[in-house]
């Protein structure tokens, strides 16, 4: 119910969102920058602010688990990635947006909004873990995909400035203060608890200004993006974590893996497919299609996750 709850709420942000657009409040202009006020500014605060709770204590072990799972995780959406495709019966020209698709999910924007939510600052700090890997494989392997739609077959270009990025830096800074108990001064928690206040508004207007753009008859007439969506949404969380519970004795770290496979399709693809020549339609819709469906998936697969505890 907490869940069906809080995806209520991103919902009725969304819409928000939409209303906005069709009112001409927010243009592509505004979408942009409110983007990155939550990439750079929104996102660290609210990891930062989940190593500045002191009133829970994590040991070295569980973080340690937590980085171990997460890799593992990884290790399997990639493997999945790759056969896929091939299931749906892919043309080869959409494989890489396919593949990218899979493996990367909207951790960021919908993800840490609803662990806060469902397991608290706690709960935060584990998904923190999800952004270093997130950030090392989409500006390596996901670009490496992409290109491979492409006709020019450019050469691979690793961009570390932007997978050591603010947000990759607020984990190791959020870990540090979390584990070495540092105190912050009330002050400054304060400004951190109120930069961090902006994620989940702002950004589910982002998400909602840019499903306006879309038409829904469309989106659900393209069937094999719909059984890729279905695939995604629900086979591969409610698979995942039924595997994951055999090993994972924390129900807050399995309810936390739960919710970052479960996500829809991360924005970064779409960005992806426009800079390096993929698929940008297809990936486009995909990030829509999906966000829409995972109003009703996540809830309906957090049933499934609450079963097994």
């Given at each position: 119910?907490?869940?069906?709850?809080?995806?209520?709420?991103?919902?009725?942000?969304?819409?928000?969102?939409?209303?906005c657009?069709?009112?001409?409040?927010?243009?592509?202009?505004?979408?942009?920058?409110?983007?990155?006020?939550?990439?750079?500014?929104?996102?660290?605060?609210?990891i930062?602010?989940?190593?500045?709770?002191?009133?829970?204590?994590?040991?070295?072990?569980?973080l340690?688990?937590?980085?171990?799972?997460?890799?593992?995780?990884?290790?399997e959406?990639?493997?999945?990635?790759v056969?896929?495709?091939?299931?749906?019966?892919?043309?080869?020209?959409?494989?890489?947006?396919?593949?990218?698709?899979?493996?990367?999910?909207?951790i960021?924007?919908?993800?840490?909004?609803?662990?806060?939510?469902?397991?608290?600052e706690?709960?935060?700090?584990?998904?923190?873990?999800?952004?270093?890997?997130?950030?090392?494989?989409?500006?390596?392997?996901?670009?490496?995909?992409?290109?491979?739609?492409?006709?020019?077959?450019?050469?691979?270009?690793?961009?570390?400035?932007?997978?050591?990025?603010?947000?990759?830096i607020?984990?190791?800074?959020?870990?540090?203060l979390?584990?070495?108990?540092?105190?912050?001064?009330a002050?400054?928690?304060?400004?951190?608890?109120?930069?961090?206040?902006?994620?989940?508004?702002?950004?589910?207007?982002?998400?909602?200004?840019?499903?306006?753009g879309?038409?829904?008859?469309?989106?659900?007439?393209?069937?094999?993006?719909?059984?890729?969506?279905?695939?995604?949404?629900?086979?591969?969380?409610?698979?995942?974590?039924?595997?994951?519970?055999?090993f994972?004795?924390?129900?807050?770290?399995?309810?936390?893996?739960?919710?970052?496979?479960?996500?829809?399709?991360?924005?970064?693809?779409?960005?992806?497919?426009?800079?390096?020549?993929?698929?940008k339609?297809?990936?486009?819709?995909?990030?829509?299609?999906?966000?829409?469906?995972?109003?009703?998936?996540?809830?309906?697969?957090?049933?499934?996750?609450?079963?097994?505890?």
């Amino acid at each position: 119910m907490i869940m069906l709850k809080q995806m209520i709420i991103l919902f009725v942000l969304m819409g928000v969102g939409i209303i906005c657009r069709k009112t001409k409040m927010m243009n592509d202009a505004v979408s942009k920058g409110m983007s990155a006020i939550v990439v750079n500014i929104a996102s660290p605060a609210f990891i930062l602010s989940a190593g500045i709770n002191q009133e829970t204590y994590i040991g070295p072990d569980m973080l340690i688990t937590c980085a171990i799972v997460t890799v593992v995780i990884y290790a399997e959406l990639i493997i999945i990635a790759v056969f896929l495709p091939k299931l749906l019966r892919v043309d080869a020209k959409h494989v890489g947006t396919y593949r990218v698709m899979t493996i990367f999910s909207n951790i960021g924007f919908m993800g840490f909004p609803i662990i806060l939510a469902m397991y608290g600052e706690t709960g935060l700090l584990y998904a923190a873990f999800f952004q270093f890997p997130f950030n090392l494989l989409i500006y390596t392997y996901g670009i490496s995909v992409m290109q491979g739609d492409s006709k020019d077959g450019e050469g691979l270009n690793i961009q570390w400035k932007k997978i050591f990025n603010v947000g990759v830096i607020a984990v190791f800074v959020s870990v540090a203060l979390f584990l070495f108990r540092v105190r912050v001064p009330a002050s400054i928690e304060s400004v951190i608890d109120s930069l961090s206040g902006l994620t989940v508004p702002m950004s589910m207007m982002v998400i909602g200004y840019s499903l306006a753009g879309m038409k829904l008859k469309e989106l659900f007439s393209k069937k094999r993006l719909l059984v890729f969506a279905l695939i995604k949404l629900i086979i591969i969380p409610v698979v995942t974590i039924f595997w994951l519970h055999f090993f994972i004795t924390d129900k807050i770290l399995l309810g936390v893996c739960f919710v970052m496979v479960a996500t829809p399709v991360g924005s970064m693809t779409a960005m992806l497919a426009e800079a390096y020549d993929g698929d940008k339609e297809t990936a486009s819709m995909g990030v829509a299609l999906t966000t829409l469906l995972s109003v009703f998936t996540i809830p309906l697969c957090g049933l499934f996750v609450q079963s097994l505890r």
